[in-house]
């Protein structure tokens, strides 16, 4: 069972990737596309698909973060402990991204799986989704 960032590179979950540094931009600007069509979404009532659109934000943000770092998942969860691993432990990145981060992870598969969501979870959201972008280009323009 993967249980920490170690077993997420010994199980392959989690792997050097030689280009992610010149993809985290890329990564970055999917984050904002997918947090401008949440924000739509949240306008036009659809909550579900808001929920959805953000944690995808929040996704391609914490992944351009790990292609920061030249390294790549294959795991949801092992994106989580990276992020924890490489940012979080160092003082890089406050630990209410992370949670946010599974907040958001919870919230989009109780949306998507089982039809759960509502407008205060979605609007709750977006604010941390915000945020996380803006942290992750903070950190990834630093020297």
């Not at 940012?87 to 949306?111: I, T």
């Amino acid at each position: 069972m993967i249980k920490n960032f170690e077993d997420c590179l010994k199980t392959g979950k989690i792997k050097k990737f030689s280009r992610g540094k010149s993809l985290a931009p890329k990564e970055l600007r999917l984050a904002e596309e997918d947090l401008k069509i949440a924000k739509k979404s949240l306008k036009d009532g659809n909550y579900r698909w808001c929920i959805i659109q953000i944690y995808y934000s929040m996704f391609h943000s914490a992944r351009a973060l790990l292609y920061f770092k030249n390294y790549r998942e294959h795991s949801h969860f092992c994106l989580n402990q990276a992020i924890k691993e490489l940012y979080v432990k160092s003082g890089k990145l406050a630990v209410s991204f992370l949670e946010a981060l599974s907040e958001a992870k919870n919230l989009r598969e109780a949306a998507d799986y089982y039809g759960e969501y509502s407008d205060l979870n979605a609007k709750k959201l977006l604010d941390k989704a915000k945020q996380f972008i803006k942290e992750a280009k903070e950190i990834s323009l630093k020297p």
